[in-house]
Nanobody, 125 residues
């Protein structure tokens, strides 16, 4: 059974950086895409970006381009989300998820099969 566990969230000042990790188990990470999603208070969950099995990133949100990047380490079974120049509007619970396909072909949270429990990122002074 696929399992995903996020870590690395916390409180950061505007302009700061955080690095989130998603540890996966129960499936071979090297064959599958992993998506990052977030849900801000009072808002719907939305896709942020995704990394496919070939290590190519797809951005689902224009607002994070140039600030967020994602990478994968198939040997450590982890995917990372590096977030720079954070803004208060980035405050949200961040999730990693997969629909166990190789490509990033769907930013709809409803299409994902397996989710982590999320990690809270708060951007505030």
């Amino acid at each position: 059974q696929a399992q995903l566990v996020e870590s690395g969230g916390g409180l950061v000042q505007p302009g700061g950086s955080l690095r989130l990790s998603c540890a996966v188990s129960g499936f071979k990470l090297e064959y599958f895409a992993i998506g990052w999603f977030r849900q801000a208070p009072g808002k719907e969950r939305e896709g942020v970006l995704c990394i496919n099995s070939a290590d190519r990133s797809t951005y689902y949100l224009d607002s994070v381009k140039g600030r967020f990047t994602t990478s994968r380490d198939n040997y450590k079974n982890t995917v990372s989300l590096q977030m720079n120049s954070l803004k208060p509007e980035d405050t949200a619970v961040y999730y990693c998820a997969t629909d166990l396909v190789a490509d990033c072909d769907d930013d709809d949270p409803g299409a994902m099969d397996d989710w982590g429990k999320g990690t809270l990122v708060t951007v505030s002074s």
